[in-house]
């Protein structure tokens, strides 16, 4: 499978994508999805994921030969609520990565619900951090994340990179070239993600579990659930970061009609869809596109 492929593993749907950037927008080389069983895949930060691995590895095989059967490395785009994200300062930044992984399981051990020599770790520096350093970090249990990595070795796949679907579709922020105080919000079959930037740099970052099983009930309740997100995080953003009001909301391409009218309705912020480049995917494929985006840097 030669170039960078994304893969999105995420309840409900599994997607595979290759895709460039170019400088007359996205080139899609190729791009599959399928819809998952009900409960195959429960998206937990502590738990396996995986309920029934034969039957994921049955439906992970569906999905490559519907992409032309080809195996390789992949950048994994996980479920935002099978992992945790968030800011680190650090004063003084120096040491190997090795390093720099121990001692955030150091400052992060008493907000784990689980062992911190049990998380798996990843992080980046951001710019702005002042006289400081800011890093992005990223974990989750190794015990949910080797059952993902066992499952794509069985079919030939090797997780190149490991993210989460929010940052892969953040990704999008970078492409469209978003700058100011913008906030962005995807919302995702388990969850709905908040993302604060300035200039481009995200400075706040919110996963909140989300659920829908199709019903009109559901949609409305889920509606309730993004309109009170939206409002702990414009709150937070005034008490806590002095920002009283950002430019506006970006919402990623395919949000649920409803909510983009119950959020227009709110008028909290101006309202609008998150450009995308000539020749995005489709909405099945964004966080598979996003994730192998991310495999070019």
């Known amino acids: 499978m030669a170039g960078v492929v994304g893969l999105e593993l995420e309840k409900g749907r599994i997607a595979l994508c290759r895709v460039r950037q170019t400088s007359r927008g996205l080139k899609l080389e190729l791009g599959a999805s399928l819809p998952l069983p009900p409960g195959l895949l429960t998206p937990s930060l502590t738990e396996p994921n995986v309920t029934d691995e034969q039957e994921l590895d049955a439906q992970l095989r569906s999905l490559l030969q519907k992409a032309g059967g080809r195996r390789g490395r992949v950048v994994l785009?996980?479920?935002d609520l099978s992992c945790r994200i968030g800011h680190q300062d650090f004063e003084e930044f120096r040491g190997t990565p090795s390093d720099i992984r121990e001692l955030l399981r150091w400052r992060l051990k008493d907000r784990l619900p689980f062992p911190p020599q049990e998380a798996r770790i990843d992080y980046q520096s951001?710019?702005?951090?002042?006289?400081?350093?800011?890093?992005l970090y990223l974990l989750a249990r190794?015990?949910?994340?080797?059952?993902?990595?066992?499952?794509?070795?069985?079919?030939?796949?090797?997780?190149?990179?490991?993210?989460?679907?929010?940052?892969a579709l953040s990704r999008f922020l970078k492409v469209a070239?978003?700058?100011?105080?913008?906030?962005?919000l995807a919302l995702g079959p388990s969850s709905l993600v908040f993302?604060?930037?300035?200039?481009?740099?995200?400075?706040?970052?919110?996963?909140?579990?989300?659920?829908?099983?199709?019903?009109?009930?559901?949609?409305n309740r889920r509606a309730e659930r993004v309109l009170r997100g939206l409002q702990e995080t414009l709150t937070y953003l005034a008490e806590e970061r002095?920002?009283?009001?950002?430019?506006?909301?970006?919402?990623m391409k395919g949000a649920d009609l409803v909510i983009i009218e119950r959020l227009m309705e709110a008028r909290q912020l101006p309202v609008r869809t998150l450009p995308l480049p000539k020749g995005a995917p489709s909405v099945?494929?964004?966080?598979?596109?996003?994730?192998?985006?991310?495999?070019?840097?």
Do not use: C, H
Request: charge should be negative; charged fraction near 25%; aromatic fraction near 6%.
């Open 77 to 79: 785009a996980l479920p």
């Open 126 to 135: 951001l710019p702005g951090g002042g006289n400081g350093t800011r890093l």
């Open 142 to 167: 190794e015990a949910v994340i080797a059952q993902y990595e066992t499952l794509l070795a069985r079919i030939g796949l090797e997780s190149a990179r490991i993210i989460t679907r929010g940052i």
């Open 177 to 184: 070239g978003i700058r100011g105080k913008r906030l962005f």
């Open 195 to 219: 993302i604060y930037t300035e200039e481009g740099v995200p400075l706040l970052w919110r996963v909140l579990p989300l659920d829908d099983n199709g019903t009109s009930e559901e949609q």
């Open 242 to 251: 002095g920002v009283k009001e950002p430019d506006d909301l970006l919402v």
């Open 284 to 297: 099945d494929l964004l966080a598979a596109a996003g994730a192998a985006l991310m495999g070019y840097g």
